[in-house]
């Protein structure tokens, strides 16, 4: 579906240069220091109907901007350097998204090289993220933008190469051809959606076809619900079958994060650096530790992680602090029990289980 001629660009997150792809050899530990400018907000998500949850409108009035604490919760260790858009965690294996994807794989990290018919030409560049599906094994998921439009990609790892995999996705890869998005992982449900036409909502069980909007959404998968992030609003995945909006009162810009336990939702707005939380059935706001909070992970309610331009911050349940740890901004957090993975401006970082 993209197979290109022969190029020297890498695949990025919005990388449109061509460069040799670096070498990254593993980094020692690095002192911390004080966070970095933030980093460009996303475009702006796509509308599409649904209908408005009952959630009450109530919203309380947000504290006055305070010192944030600092904690250092363990010690972060920089593994990677370079600047990094993407970090996936496998159950095996570990790999990020820079001018070429990497994997941590038997304890030694190395480059993982789209071949030259799928890397990007001049004048294009790639969206796309780094997901591991079921099989443990790596997945590039996004779109191609160029002079002529935009394409999919939709690209496996497996027996030392990349490879597009046109049944994983089925008549997605269908002409006319447009951009993806989605998420995907060991969990359900994965979504896999192409621009104005539908989204594959693919469980264990079977597979199941919605509606997808007119444009590109980031869709994220926490609690076991699948949410798009939309422009003042979050959108969760009902039934497989209707996505039921939720507008935190008083947003009003691009959503960059969501994580979700049961009725309990954080929500980042990096525009106005606030942070919308819905709870025993309100929403309330507050200021968030940083410029351009964005995307969320975490095991629990007393445990979750945000990234963003400061770096990392952490909720303990109670109160939101910024962590000791990766310096500059943060594009996502991910993690596997104790272990907490961050990839950004200044590398990969990782704090090991204790």
């Not at 294009?124 to 002079?147: H, K, N, Q, S, V």
């Not at 590109?216 to 699948?226: N, T």
């Not at 351009?292 to 945000?306: C, I, M, Q």
Request: charge should be positive; proline fraction near 11%; aromatic fraction near 8%.
């Amino acid at each position: 579906m993209i197979a290109r001629a022969a190029s020297t660009c890498a695949i990025a997150l919005v990388i449109g240069a061509c460069s040799a792809p670096p070498a990254i050899p593993p980094q020692a530990p690095r002192p911390t220091s004080a966070p970095a400018a933030p980093s460009a907000p996303v475009g702006p998500p796509a509308p599409a109907p649904a209908p408005v949850a009952s959630a009450a409108a109530t919203v309380a009035a947000p504290p006055a901007p305070a010192a944030w604490p600092t904690v250092k919760l363990g010690v972060f260790t920089q593994v990677l350097a370079g600047r990094f858009a993407s970090i996936a965690v496998g159950e095996r294996r570990v790999a990020a998204l820079g001018d070429e994807p990497v994997m941590l794989e038997g304890g030694r990290w190395s480059p993982r090289p789209l071949p030259a018919r799928l890397r990007p030409r001049n004048g294009e560049r790639d969206e796309a993220r780094i997901f591991f599906g079921r099989d443990d094994l790596p997945r590039l998921l996004g779109t191609r933008l160029g002079p002529d439009g935009e394409a999919p990609i939709y690209l496996r790892f497996r027996d030392g190469a990349w490879r597009e995999e046109h049944k994983e996705i089925g008549r997605l890869r269908e002409a006319p051809l447009r951009g993806l998005f989605g998420v995907l992982g060991h969990a359900d449900p994965e979504v896999v959606c192409k621009v104005g036409d539908i989204c594959l909502i693919k469980r264990r069980t079977g597979w199941k076809n919605l509606p997808a909007g007119p444009a590109r959404e980031r869709i994220e998968l926490s609690g076991g619900v699948a949410w798009a992030l939309r422009e003042g609003a979050v959108a969760r995945l009902d039934g497989d079958a209707t996505w039921t909006v939720m507008k935190p009162p008083g947003s009003a810009g691009a959503i960059g994060g969501v994580w979700s336990a049961g009725d309990e939702v954080w929500v980042s707005e990096p525009g106005s650096a606030r942070l919308h939380h819905f709870h025993a059935g309100a929403w309330t706001d507050e200021p968030a530790p940083f410029a351009d909070p964005r995307g969320f992970w975490g095991p629990s309610r007393a445990d979750v992680w945000l990234a963003g331009g400061g770096g990392l911050a952490h909720y303990d349940g109670a109160r939101w602090s910024r962590v000791e740890g990766p310096r500059g901004a943060v594009a996502e957090v991910a993690g596997r029990g104790a272990e907490v993975w961050a990839a950004g401006d200044a590398g990969v970082w990782m704090r090991a289980a204790p």
